[in-house]
């Protein structure tokens, strides 16, 4: 059924400005052909499957050549996945009994799924997987994958969600961005954030949009009005510096040495996380301390000036890193993640923090090192000591887990500091898997059970004297930056291309401001009620 002029369907907004444009809805994909057998031979299968592997292999090259920064080590790791050779090695197999290439690749990638999907290195790869598998089978028939968007004109893009390879390939054409599915902290946001694309994702309704409608994508009234022009659009904040400086520090999130130089270019104080697993997301050997001292110091002497917060290995989960085999497990995000690995592979968290006792002498920064999902304070006590016998720093921890969160007092005289990761404490707070498409609306860091946490945390930092950061993907909201300072909250870190934004947010507004507007956001019961009471009050500095 077409959608009405003037009808507004809810999402959730990304961004501070607007745009009208035409939709463009990217349909599936061509199906695949059948699996079946062929007379060819398994000799000429299996060339032809190396060659189409290799021209997957080149084109997420391309695509991370152009994305750049920390997209690019994730093509590199989907490029390891690709290339896997025990996975060419079952689809040989196959092929030895006379399926085709594409067939024995995908039954190969089918078993691979069933095989891993329980082990916490692969689970959160599966759906890789399958999409290189659906690359190399549809390179196979000769079916275009690529989204081929113009050049020019003024487009919203409907789909689904997006993934890196489907974003490294929006054009200019791409005014806006609207996905059915898709949280806050779902890679098309965060690269709508960066590039400064208006979108509204976790929009259900955007599925009965038609290719060629006209509609308003205004992110600030988290919503896409069918028919609608600019003069519909929310009202967004135009922060204008008052102050000279933010009224607290704005670091960079950074993750590998492009991203250190991407956020020294910008006005960030420091770096606030460094995500050190990124670094090894294809690596199938454990890197040496020598490796890890020149891969640390590289990045510490490219960072903006002022504190570097680093994070050691939070591998498991989401981010799997090859060399740290985790076995098996049912439940990978409630697993043996992050500090949890100290168990298993203490050695290497012991030569990250040699490594970069290292490099901080080599390079004469100011290092800070955190560990992540801690969930009690004698976890936190046992890296603090580890941490301060092997280096001169100052030790924290990252609070994701709602326990430590509750316990946040009791780090006195623990912890040096501490850094919200609100991407996971929204997870776990909420019970809503942070990749799960379907949950974006509980994850919104507008959500009054997380904001109310948050304030909790801030006041436990000011009665102990424990400096509190933000680091999760809410501190890139420059709104949300500005709440976050009026909780109590003593520095943020953005990523790269949101650290201006957010500096200008935090400069225009003194503490007095920010307070009150906080306040007015901790007594909303809703997500919407919190935003708006967010917006009036800004609108009202
Ligand atoms: C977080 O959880 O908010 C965080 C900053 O860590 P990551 O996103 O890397 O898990
Ligand atoms: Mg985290």
Redesign the pocket.
Known sequence: MALSSGAALKGLGVGLNSSVGQVWKVKPHAALPARAKTANGAEVEAQSLKASISAVARDLDQLGEKAGGTSAEIFEALKFLLEDDELFEVASAHMDDGWSAAAAYGMAVDEFGELLGGDPTFVERVADLQDLSKRVQAHLAGIELSLNLPESGNLVLVGEDFSPADTAQFTPAVIGVVTTKGGP?SHTSIICRSRGIPAVVSCGDAAQLETGDSVLVDPVGDRVVVGGDASLATQSITFVAINDEPIIPVRS?IGTKADAEAAAKTGADGVG?F?TELLYLSEKTQPSVEQQTAAYSEILAAAPSGPIVV?TI?AGS??PVPFLDMGHEENPSLGVRGYRLIVEHRAFIEDQLKSLEAARQATGREVWVMA?MIATVQEAADFCNLARSIGSFKVGI?I?TPSIAVLANDLAGVVDFV???????S?YLFAAD?MNPALGTLLTPWQPGLIRTLARIADAGNATGISVGV???SASDPTFAVVLAGLGITSVSASPSQVDVVKTALSSVDLAKAKEIANSVLAATSPEAAKAAALDGLASA
């Open positions: 902290t999130n996380l995500r994070r939070d989401d981010k992540p990252m994701e850094s919200i990761g609100t991407n996971d404490l997870q942070r680091c999760g993907e």
